[in-house]
């Protein structure tokens, strides 16, 4: 691992890599955990109210400027799609499907960058291993589907299980359309910090009327959710929310882009390693076979800019 910055400390970019790779995987395990004692919608909400309210409280602190109609607007947009849709499904399907399947399947998220990246279309969809990616992920995606599917129709909850999976494969989509909106679309005036804080404050607020709608506000008992269930809200908002992505933006500034998307392979084997060890969930050899073809795709979809990474 050769550094970029001179001046950028190796152990400082080996810790880095570690809080990416273990925390944005684990946070699977600890969804499934805090959803325990918190219902989904009030489970979200919570997250990213408190995460978003840190955030900015923090920017203000260090004298930033956090009051911006564009940067605001942006946010509101993007972080819906993200984190509203995006990861209030994973919170949602994680009621009823193992955390260990739902992060390899979120894993397919790379495939819809290449999708729907209208401006790169052109470029993507010339490339041999980038449309080879697409195939092998789409055929990863149908094997765990299909192991998914055969163990649902005579289950106690298949009915939403079924209804977890459909969500599942539109979670990626929404996840994917957001990055690229916020990509295409930069703020000025703003720091990536700013825009994250609005990004995950508005987000948290989005879960509010599913929490009404779904009367979790009404039949949730605060004295009595667990322990665990609040160690794991607060891990997910300490770690998941601002250490994790705040590690994710410093290493995008100091090492190279293709190297900092590693983390995508390395998520889905940490949150099935917990799952695995750590509660009753089992994965079958079609899951394992699944997530290595979608591993491979992700590979394949990125092989052409480690290449430019390389000559570079």
């Known amino acids: 691992m050769t550094s970029v910055n001179k001046k ?12 990416v790779y273990i925390v944005w995987g684990s946070t699977y395990f600890f969804i499934q955990k805090a959803l325990v004692g918190f219902p989904p919608f009030i489970l979200g909400a919570f997250r990213f109210i408190v995460a978003g309210l840190l955030m900015l409280s923090w920017c203000m602190l260090k004298g930033e400027r956090i009051w911006n109609t564009r940067t605001i607007k942006i946010a509101a947009i993007s972080g819906f799609l993200m984190l509203g849709l995006g990861n209030g499904i994973v919170i949602w399907v ?10 390899i399947v979120v894993a397919s998220a790379a495939m819809w960058f290449v999708i729907l990246d209208k401006p790169k279309w052109k470029e993507n ?30 289950a106690p909850q298949g009915k939403f299980q079924l209804i977890g999976i459909v969500l599942l494969a539109l979670g990626p989509i929404a996840w994917a359309g957001g990055s690229l909106y916020s990509k295409y679309n930069p703020t000025t005036g703003s720091s990536v910090s700013v825009n994250t804080g609005w990004q995950m404050l508005i987000a948290g607020f989005a879960f509010l009327p599913g929490g009404i709608f779904n009367a979790e506000f009404g039949s949730l008992n605060w004295w009595k959710i667990p322990l665990d269930s609040w160690l794991s809200i607060a891990y997910l908002i300490l770690f998941g929310s601002i250490a994790a992505f705040s590690a994710y933006v410093w290493l995008l500034k100091v090492r190279p882009a293709t190297e900092v998307s590693t983390y995508a392979y390395v998520n889905p084997v940490v949150a099935v390693l917990l799952s695995v060890t750590f509660t009753n969930e089992r994965v079958t050899l079609v899951q394992i076979i699944g997530l290595v073809v979608i591993l491979g795709s992700i590979l394949l979809i990125n092989l052409p800019k480690y290449k430019k990474g390389v000559e570079a």
């Open 125 to 154: 969809f010339s490339d041999k291993y980038i449309l080879s990616g697409l195939v092998v992920g789409f055929v990863g995606v149908v094997l765990l589907f299909s192991s998914q599917l055969a163990g649902i129709l005579n």
């Open 94 to 103: 994680e009621q009823y499907i193992p955390s260990g399947l739902v992060a």
């Open 8 to 19: 950028t400390s190796p152990w400082a970019v080996y810790l880095a890599f570690a809080i």
